[in-house]
């Protein structure tokens, strides 16, 4: 399975990497989120995007709706990583297409959960 990491902090990205590789994911990383539509199109297909809420230029929750604007990844989980932990903040995200929604800080234990959830590991 193939999971991309979109965060603009190298540190959370490679943090991310970390866990999910440890669970046995295919990695790949973008910087923003025209670089992660680039991934998509690219290097896809893939089974979740990861994708941070505060990003320069592209946000997260307008990657998201580009991500669902695309009948090619429809199959696409989404996964939205933010310290935003509102509840308005969580309807958004989820209004805006993300399957599940992860709080930072994170731990390694809290990854694999979601992806759990999402029926990414059994």
């Given at each position: 399975?193939?999971?991309?990491?979109?965060?603009?902090?190298?540190?959370?990205?490679?943090?991310?990497?970390?866990?999910?590789?440890?669970?046995?994911?295919?990695?790949?990383?973008?910087?923003?989120?025209?670089?992660?539509?680039?991934?998509?199109?690219?290097?896809?297909?893939?089974?979740?995007?990861?994708?941070?809420?505060?990003?320069?230029?592209?946000?997260?929750?307008?990657?998201?709706?580009?991500?669902?604007?695309n009948p090619d990844?429809?199959?696409l989980k989404v996964?939205?990583?933010?310290?935003?932990?509102?509840?308005?903040?969580?309807?958004?995200?989820?209004?805006?297409?993300?399957?599940?929604?992860?709080?930072?800080?994170?731990?390694?234990?809290?990854?694999?959960?979601?992806?759990?959830?999402?029926?990414?590991?059994?």
């Amino acid at each position: 399975m193939k999971v991309l990491i979109v965060d603009d902090s190298g540190t959370m990205r490679n943090f991310i990497s970390a866990i999910v590789r440890e669970l046995g994911f295919e990695v790949e990383q973008a910087a923003d989120g025209e670089e992660a539509l680039r991934c998509l199109a690219e290097s896809g297909p893939f089974d979740l995007a990861m994708v941070d809420w505060n990003m320069p230029g592209m946000d997260g929750i307008s990657l998201v709706r580009r991500i669902r604007a695309n009948p090619d990844w429809n199959r696409l989980k989404v996964m939205m990583v933010t310290a935003r932990n509102e509840k308005e903040a969580v309807i958004e995200a989820v209004c805006s297409g993300a399957d599940e929604y992860l709080i930072k800080p994170m731990t390694a234990e809290m990854v694999e959960d979601k992806l759990r959830i999402l029926g990414l590991l059994d």
